[in-house]
């Protein structure tokens, strides 16, 4: 059964639309879903508790995590009244390609694990859309498969600081046949993510009695996920680390191969940047200098994130950072975005500040998890709906024409 909802002023992708109607259908199961949030809410009912604490959790004491949300409580907005806004659009340009919406999915790993074949879901779901995935390095499917549902989709490479097999991970990427890569600058390290060893989620996950009656608690989840994956696609493996297969998902005693990733510097981007022919994007810039820097190396674009403050807690928030950045690399050069983002005004909040394209995460991961592909394509169309509704009510006929000038910082 499915439900029709008036959507008169939802300019998404055609996809969304039945042909000759003016509604959007969404899956009776996913009617109570009207938020993003909501999409947590039930994703918390529904994961195991191991699986939920990854996904839902910072680094540390969590400062970052919040204050990624804090960050849009210090604008207000500035609406104009008497403005016809009835030929709005969505559709916005980035790197070379014209989407239809002014964000898209953020890489997030082991999607796999909380959805069954979660990065397919999610780059189908985006390719149906006209919006842009990234599909995670440490993802459980291997990049050819997700590369294959949506040639579209960029590849965001977690890069060892040793210059072969940078080599050998680039040439794998492109022989699969991506177009943009995206290589991730904040993970010199891995992050101290205490929730993690509380909630007692490793990778690989260990076998125990405690992790088994997690499985048996989450029935869902375990009949629709966990056993559905072993039966279609055997024992889950980080696929994409390098170019052979990674450590298993499961097991009590091999350990992930993270390489040396504290010996990255910037003759290594260089070192992409000759032999990568497509486009490249750095991901993972905070400081006004190193997206300068990214830009001097060749990158056609950064991605301003804090990695949705898992990674260093007390790092700043992108979106405070956001407008230095733009400045210092010139209102012509992608700059995106990521980190905290749950609503319509959030992403007009970045376009305003300089942004060129915003890029959601956590939000899609749960939306898979608890609709599958539907769920995503829910999320995606609830989000566009908030972004031109809120157009028409700002006075403003498309993200590009958003401006500072709408928005008041306040305390």
């Known amino acids: 059964m499915t439900q029709t909802i008036r959507l008169q002023d939802y300019p998404l992708a055609s996809h969304t639309l039945p042909k000759g109607g003016d509604g959007y259908r969404i899956p009776r199961r996913l009617r109570p879903i009207l938020s993003l949030d909501d999409f947590e809410t039930a994703a918390r009912r529904l994961l195991p508790k191991p699986l939920f604490a990854y996904v839902s959790g910072g680094a540390e004491q969590g400062k970052s995590l919040r204050g990624n949300r804090a960050g849009f409580d210090r604008y207000a907005w500035v609406p104009h009244a008497f403005t016809d806004t009835s030929v709005r659009s969505l559709d916005t340009s980035l790197l070379g390609q014209c989407y239809s919406a ?30 842009p995935a990234i599909m995670s390095g440490s993802s459980l ?13 960029w590849f965001q490479a977690y890069v060892p ?26 993970v010199p390290v891995s992050a101290n993510r205490e929730n993690l060893i509380r909630a007692r989620f490793s990778t690989p996950l260990k076998p125990d009695l405690h992790l088994a ?29 390098g170019v052979g297969r990674g450590a298993p998902i499961l097991s009590a005693n091999v350990m992930r191969d993270f390489g040396a990733r504290d ?21 993972g810039i905070l400081a006004p200098e190193d997206a300068v820097q990214a830009k001097e190396c060749g990158a056609e674009g950064v991605i301003v994130s804090n990695h949705g403050g898992r990674q260093l807690d ?18 012509d050069y992608p700059v995106m975005i990521d980190s905290g983002f749950r609503r319509g005004s959030d992403i ?23 609709g599958g592909q539907p769920g995503i394509k829910h999320a995606i169309g609830i989000l566009a709906t908030e972004v031109a509704r809120n157009l028409a009510l700002l006075g403003i006929q498309s993200p590009g024409e958003v401006r500072r000038d709408s928005l008041r910082t306040v305390r």
């Open 102 to 131: 002014p964000f898209g999915i953020a890489p997030m790993g082991i999607s796999g694990l909380t959805a069954f074949e979660g990065d397919l879901i999610q780059t189908r779901a985006a390719r149906e859309a006209n919006i």
């Open 141 to 153: 499917l291997p990049m050819e498969t997700v590369v294959a549902a949506n040639p579209d989709a």
């Open 161 to 186: 600081g040793e210059d072969a097999k940078i080599l050998a991970l680039i040439e794998r990427v492109q022989r699969a046949g991506f177009k943009t890569l995206v290589v991730t600058a904040d």
């Open 213 to 241: 009656w997690e499985g048996l608690t989450h029935p869902r989840w375990l009949l629709g996920t966990a056993l559905k994956t072993l039966l279609r696609h055997g024992m889950p493996h980080f696929e994409n680390s």
């Open 263 to 283: 010996h990255l510097s910037w003759r290594h981007l260089e070192l992409i940047r000759r032999h990568w022919p497509g486009t490249l994007v750095v991901k």
């Open 314 to 331: 007390g790092s700043i928030a992108p979106l405070a950072i956001l407008p230095q950045v733009v400045k210092a690399v010139g209102p």
């Open 348 to 370: 007009l909040v970045a376009l305003a500040l300089g942004a060129t394209f915003v890029f959601v995460g956590r939000p899609m991961n749960y939306a898979g998890a608890v």
